[in-house]
C-alpha cells in the first residue's frame, strides 16, 4: 500500500527489535474508553491515513524521494 501511494517500488525493510529511541516496539492501543466515555471513534482508515502522514514524515526528514 505504501509504495501504491508513492508511486514507486521501494524495498520497505522491517527492522526487528529496532526501535528509535523511545518509541515502543509494538503499538496495540485500547481505544475502548474513549469510546464508551467520549462516544468517539477513529474516522481515518488505514490507506487515508498514511496520504496524510507521508507526505508529513516526508517534509518532516527532508526526504522527498526516499519514504
Same mark, same amino acid.
Given at each position: 500500500?505504501?509504495?501504491?501511494?508513492?508511486?514507486?517500488?521501494s524495498e520497505l525493510t522491517? +527492522?526487528?527489535?529496532?526501535?528509535?529511541?523511545?518509541? @515502543?516496539?509494538? &503499538?496495540q492501543p485500547d481505544i475502548?474508553?474513549?469510546?464508551?466515555?467520549?462516544?468517539?471513534?477513529?474516522?481515518?482508515? +488505514?490507506?487515508?491515513g498514511l496520504r496524510l502522514?507521508? @507526505?508529513?514524515? &516526508?517534509?518532516?526528514?527532508?526526504?522527498?524521494?526516499?519514504?
Amino acid at each position: 500500500m505504501i509504495n501504491a501511494i508513492i508511486g514507486k517500488e521501494s524495498e520497505l525493510t522491517y +527492522l526487528k527489535g529496532k526501535v528509535a529511541g523511545d518509541d @515502543p516496539i509494538q &503499538r496495540q492501543p485500547d481505544i475502548t474508553k474513549a469510546k464508551e466515555l467520549l462516544r468517539w471513534s477513529p474516522r481515518t482508515n +488505514l490507506e487515508e491515513g498514511l496520504r496524510l502522514t507521508i @507526505p508529513y514524515f &516526508r517534509e518532516k526528514l527532508k526526504i522527498n524521494d526516499g519514504i
